[in-house]
T-cell receptor, first 112, second 112 residues
């Protein structure tokens, strides 16, 4: 069973470059989320989607964009990466916004 | 969503019960209390959640005070593999509320 798949697992990116982190779930969950986790800290919500076709801003949305064209995919794009975006990025999904979230294994992103 | 307060760290002897407190004094009537844990650098794992009644599953028990301003996660017989960061969060019930902040959590260390 796949659950949530994130790609790539890790990436080193030059500052100023753009990048899209991929997230795919096979559970037909309605809601999806992107978090970032800086070293030694908790998770902070970047963007979320209650259902396909809708998105919303979380706690730290600046510098990131998302789209939800279908139920399964929720890509996160950094248009012009900056070193402060170095972090571990987790994607999650849930049946609805008040149901338990299932998390992927994360993408470790370093911006140099 | 209401903010939660957790102690930064706790120790527990292997085989004993681990009681992890969480304060959510500003919780509103339509917010659930959720607990997750994160082992090392893996994605968070859902443990249990509740609205106002105490809950129990195969992993843990959740005790919510009558005024709902605090809760306690109980791991009845802690093992070394329960060493992790435990997060208490509150989330609004509804179809248009996907925001959730994890905070820094409690680092539980189970010792032999």
């Amino acid at each position: 069973t796949a659950g949530i798949t994130q790609a790539p697992t890790s990436q080193i990116l030059a500052a100023g470059r753009s990048m899209t982190l991929r997230c795919t779930q096979d559970m037909r969950h309605n809601a999806m989320y992107w978090y970032r986790q800086d070293l030694g800290l908790g998770l902070r919500l970047i963007h979320y989607s209650n259902t396909a076709g809708t998105t919303g801003k979380g706690e730290v949305p600046d510098g990131y964009s998302v789209s939800r064209a279908n139920t399964d995919d929720f890509p996160l794009t950094l248009a012009s990466a900056v070193p402060s975006q170095t972090s571990v990025y987790f994607c999650a999904s849930s049946w609805t916004v008040d149901q338990p979230q299932h998390f992927g294994d994360g993408t470790r992103l370093s911006i140099l | 969503d209401a903010k939660t307060t957790q102690p930064p760290s706790m120790d527990c002897a292997e085989g004993r019960a681990a009681n992890l407190p969480c304060n959510h004094s500003t919780i509103s009537g339509n917010e659930y209390v959720y607990w997750y844990r994160q082992i090392h650098s893996q994605g968070p794992q859902y443990i249990i959640h509740g609205l106002k009644n105490n809950e129990t599953n195969e992993m843990a028990s959740l005790i919510i005070t009558e005024d709902r301003k605090s809760s306690t996660l109980i791991l009845p017989h802690a093992t070394l593999r329960d060493t992790a960061v435990y997060y208490c969060i509150v989330r609004v019930v509804g179809t248009n509320a996907g925001k959730s902040t994890f905070g820094d959590g409690t680092t539980l260390t189970v010792k032999p």
